[in-house]
Structure formats: C-alpha cells, structure tokens
C-alpha cells in the first residue's frame, strides 16, 4: 500500500518568508510525528499527533513552528519568518498508534537562503 | 528528559567482518529501543527493535542486545556486505511511546 508522502520534496525561500510543509500518513495510522534532521545530525522530535488529543509539541524549537492535523489525515508543518538556521530535512511518521513502528516519509528538504 | 549516546560515530569495516554500534540512554524507564538504517539521501527505516523485557533479539545477520541495568543496547551486524553502508540510528522510546528519543547516528562504510 502507499507509504507516508510528504511534500514538497524541496524548498527553497528566502529568509523572513513562511513555508508550509505537507504531510501524509499511512491511512488507518493514528499517529503522526515530524522530525528535523540537520545536515550529517540524528533526527530532532518536533511534535507528535495522536487521533483527537492534544498534540505534544514539546519539541517545537520556538514560536515559530506550529503544526496541525485534522483528525486522522493531513498535517502541516509551519515555519513563519525562517531563519537560515531552519534549514534542514523535515520527516514525517505516521505509525499504527504510540509504542509502534513509526514509518518515515522522504522528507522536504528545507534550504532558507 | 531522555538522552541518547551513540558511538562511534563512523565505522569502516572490511566486507565479511562485524560492525558493532553501542547507544546508551538516560532514562530507566524507557522501553522501546528501535535501529534505523538511513541510506544517502533516503528514509530512515526500521531495521531491528527489541522491548525492555528481552535481552537479545536477532534477525538474520543483524541482532540487538539490551542491558537495562546498564542501559545501553547494541547492534550487531555479521558477515557486513557493501550494501550494509548506511547511517545507523538508535532510538530510546519513552514510555508512553510517543516520542523517540535518537542518537547521533554512526556512518558505517564496509569496504569491498
């Protein structure tokens, strides 16, 4: 079956602008994770959706980066005013619920310039 | 929170040696530890998991063993082979399992 898609695969904008980045789970996975990964580093937790509770964004490097999800579907990952220091690969994983394997999308690959 | 070491960070092995790759955690209570292998450019993917209420656990060339007294876990990867290059993460999962906690990852090269 389809895996998790993410999208765009690559983004280039200048610094101050917002991006959005697009995220699509593995359907009947009720949980969903993003993830950034800096260039040669391990992966950095973001923030974490599990069906209708309230996300754990405990990961959010600042006020900057917010994200939402809709029930069991879609997520958005956004970064308003990027800095140079946003760029990176940004994963999502969706998995079958907490505690269970978490299947990665190919990443956006982030370059604020 | 959790916190994860890994070591080393690179590892070149001769093609049909052993690769070893040791992560150590900070939280007792962690109980879900998985290894991903990440290809250039590509997805991290799951390659082997173990829980807290085993030891070891093996698939094929590749096996985990966990000291939770310790807490540290290995991967073992036998009779190494060019496609085992990769990067390698080690993760500790807390116990409500929805954030994993990742090492810094060890670039492995098995050289022909």
């Known amino acids: 079956g389809a895996g998790v898609s993410q999208s765009p695969s690559n983004k280039v904008t200048e610094k101050g602008k917002d991006v959005e980045l697009r995220c699509d789970p593995i359907?009947?996975?009720?949980?969903l994770y993003w993830y950034r990964q800096r260039l040669g580093q391990g992966l950095e937790f973001l923030i974490y959706f599990q069906g209708n509770s309230a996300p754990d964004k405990s990961g959010l490097p600042s006020d900057r980066f917010s994200a939402e999800r809709t029930g069991e579907s879609v997520s958005t990952l956004t970064i308003q005013r990027t800095q140079q220091e946003d760029s990176a690969v940004y994963l999502c994983?969706?998995?079958?619920?907490?505690?269970?394997?978490?299947?990665f999308g190919p990443g956006t690959r982030l370059t604020v310039t | 929170g959790e916190n994860v070491e890994q070591h080393p960070s690179t590892l070149s092995v001769q093609e049909g040696d052993s690769a070893v790759i040791k992560c150590t955690y900070s939280d007792s209570a962690s109980n879900y530890f998985p290894w991903y292998k990440q290809e250039l450019g590509k997805r991290p993917q799951l390659i082997i998991d173990i829980r807290s209420n085993v030891g070891e656990k093996k698939d094929q060339r590749i096996a985990v063993t966990l000291n939770k007294t310790a807490k540290h876990f290995s991967l073992h990867i036998t009779e190494t082979q060019p496609e085992d290059s990769a990067v390698y993460f080690c993760a500790a999962s807390n116990p409500a399992g929805n954030k994993l906690t990742f090492g810094g990852g060890t670039r492995v090269l098995v050289k022909p």
């Open positions: 359907s009947g996975h009720t949980a």
């Open positions: 994983a969706s998995s079958q619920s907490a505690s269970h394997e978490q299947y």
